[in-house]
């Protein structure tokens, strides 16, 4: 087994900080705003990053591993959920 490299997790740190920061800044602009706008809004964006990709084969291969980790997003936010219940709305 070979050792692991340092400055791969130092990558992995700052990858991992950077989109932490960025999930933080989303948080700040949607908060407020209506749960269905905001998912509405998310998947706009995320169609719109998916439109700046030119090849269509890496285009699928973006969806398919969004698909994949869909069910592992959902379970988190349900944990989540569970732990800050103060943090939760109703939609109906």
Do not use: W, Y
């Not at 407020?32 to 699928?60: F, Q, T, W, Y």
Request: glycine letters at 2%.
């Amino acid at each position: 087994m070979s050792e692991p490299d340092p400055e791969m997790d130092e990558d992995f740190d700052a990858e991992t900080a950077e989109m932490r920061e960025l999930a933080e800044k989303i948080v700040d602009i949607l908060t407020g705003h209506a749960l269905p706008v905001v998912m509405e809004a998310l998947l706009n964006a995320i169609g719109l990053e998916l439109s700046a990709i030119a090849c269509p084969d890496c285009r699928k291969q973006v969806a398919a591993e969004l698909m994949r980790r869909l069910p592992f997003t959902i379970e988190r936010a349900e944990a989540t959920a569970r732990e800050h219940p103060q943090n939760t709305e109703h939609l109906h």
